[in-house]
């Protein structure tokens, strides 16, 4: 028998919904004998049989179940056009527990990087955004926006894109770069962010993508600029102060040299007066 080969389980219903065909695979999803799958004159019976629900609806055909024995299944309806359908069960467990696992790494990776006050994202090697955080979301649209799928240049995000392009260029190029952008937010704050760019590289040697990490450095920035404004004020004050002490000394030397002066006018002087008495002392 065809069927028996499937790895699904397999079930087809007449126009009336009773059971007609079914294969091996069917009863071991179910846990149901053959003879009790032929004592069954309705698709609703099996409710009361088996803990599997085969009763999916035309509007909402197939869904995923998870049965006591920790296996998950996926059920679908397929109608044709006679009346007839078929049930087909299909085991899901790796697939289903592969995926849970990727959905609770996701979500403790959301939960750290949403708790960091770096804006952290990843871009693919088309560059588009695969990964943004909560911070990244709020400087560049909001917590509701979300980034991904977008590509890097048609998002309009960044003011300079041309210069950006570069760094982005040379990051898919394998190579680390890190790099300073002034920038303004989406509610109009301007900083300074200090961006890097780090290539994802495959175990091929070829680049997927890169991750973008973002600090704001505007603290930083204008702790420099405010230190350098008091160097230059500070360096201008010494000059002023160093120009005065200058024109002082030079003041004090014009007065050395006047009281110099004097002092010989004054010798001088009492030279004469000396010379002038001691011949008015002989005349007399």
Same mark, same amino acid.
């Given at each position: ?5 499937l ?10 919904n ?6 091996a695979k069917?009863?071991?999803f ?6 009790s ?6 698709l609703?019976?099996f409710?009361?049989?088996t ?5 999916p ?17 996926? &059920? =679908?309806?397929h109608?044709? $056009?006679?009346g007839?359908s078929?049930i /087909? ?7 289903h ?5 990727i ?8 939960t750290? /990087?949403?708790? &960091?006050p770096?804006?952290i994202?990843?871009?693919?090697k088309?560059?588009? +955004?695969? +990964?943004?955080?909560?911070v990244?979301?709020q ?7 979300d980034?991904?799928?977008?590509? *890097?240049?048609? $998002?309009?995000l960044f003011e300079?894109?041309? =210069?950006?392009s570069v760094f &982005?260029n ?6 680390m %770069?890190?790099?300073?952008?002034k920038?303004?937010?989406v ?5 300074? *962010?200090?961006k890097?760019? %780090?290539?994802?590289?495959n175990?091929n040697?070829? %680049?997927?993508?890169?991750f ?6 505007t ?8 230190l ?8 201008e ?11 002082e000394i030079?003041?004090?030397k014009h007065?050395?040299?006047?009281l110099?002066e ?6 001088e002087?009492?030279?004469?007066k000396?010379? +002038?008495?001691?011949a008015?002392?002989h005349?007399?």
């Amino acid at each position: 028998n065809l069927i028996d080969n499937l790895s699904q389980g397999v079930l087809l219903l007449n126009k009336n919904n009773a059971p007609e065909v079914w294969n091996a695979k069917f009863e071991q999803f179910c846990e149901l004998s053959h003879e009790s799958i032929q004592n069954v004159s309705e698709l609703h019976e099996f409710n009361t049989i088996t803990e599997v629900f085969l009763y999916p609806s035309r509007e909402l055909n197939f869904h995923i179940q998870e049965l006591s024995n920790g296996k998950v299944i996926d &059920v =679908r309806r397929h109608f044709v $056009s006679d009346g007839q359908s078929i049930i /087909t069960l299909s085991d899901i467990t790796e697939q289903h527990q592969y995926e849970q696992s990727i959905r609770e790494s996701e979500n403790w990776i959301r939960t750290i /990087t949403d708790n &960091v006050p770096a804006m952290i994202a990843y871009v693919n090697k088309q560059k588009q +955004f695969m +990964f943004t955080n909560k911070v990244y979301n709020q400087w560049y649209g909001d917590q509701n926006h979300d980034l991904v799928g977008q590509d *890097l240049e048609e $998002s309009n995000l960044f003011e300079d894109w041309e =210069r950006i392009s570069v760094f &982005v260029n040379r990051a898919l190029d394998g190579e680390m %770069v890190s790099f300073e952008s002034k920038e303004t937010s989406v509610n109009g704050r301007v900083s300074y *962010l200090q961006k890097s760019y %780090v290539p994802n590289i495959n175990s091929n040697g070829t %680049v997927d993508g890169f991750f973008v990490l973002v600090n704001d450095i505007t603290d930083r920035i204008r702790a420099s600029q405010a230190l350098q404004s008091a160097n230059f004020e500070l360096e201008e004050r010494v000059q002023i102060r160093t120009r005065a002490l200058e024109n002082e000394i030079e003041s004090r030397k014009h007065t050395q040299a006047r009281l110099s002066e004097a002092i010989i006018s004054a010798k001088e002087a009492t030279e004469s007066k000396s010379k +002038f008495l001691a011949a008015v002392s002989h005349d007399l």
